[in-house]
């Protein structure tokens, strides 16, 4: 996830949702394992950060790209079998 995320922010301070979502499948993340917040508001601004997340057993594998900068955390997985509250894709 660390590498995925570090090569996804080359050039741009927070990269696509769906470019995200590609790269880290691409990087063998199953499909049904990952989640990745929106790139874009609902008004069509840039937001500040993106978050990705797959799940493996019964933690999460959590990344955040704000500014350029990746954050890497192992959190457990929620209640709902997620690891984000709210929507996501």
């Known amino acids: 996830m660390d590498a995925t995320l ?15 979502r590609g ?4 990087a063998g993340i199953p ?3 990952l ?10 601004l840039d ?6 997340a797959a799940k ?7 990344g955040q790209i704000r500014e350029g900068r990746v954050s890497i955390v192992v ?3 929620l209640s709902s079998g997620k690891c984000f509250v709210g929507d996501s894709r």
Request: hydrophobic share 40%.
């Open 31 to 33: 499909a049904q394992d």
């Open 47 to 52: 937001v500040d950060a993106i978050e990705a």
């Open 56 to 62: 493996s057993g019964n933690d999460c594998v959590v």
């Open 6 to 20: 570090r090569a996804s922010v080359a050039g741009t301070s927070v990269p696509d949702q769906e470019k995200l």
């Open 75 to 77: 959190l457990p997985v």
């Open 23 to 26: 790269a880290l499948a691409a």
């Open 35 to 44: 989640e990745v917040s929106v790139s874009r508001t609902p008004t069509g």
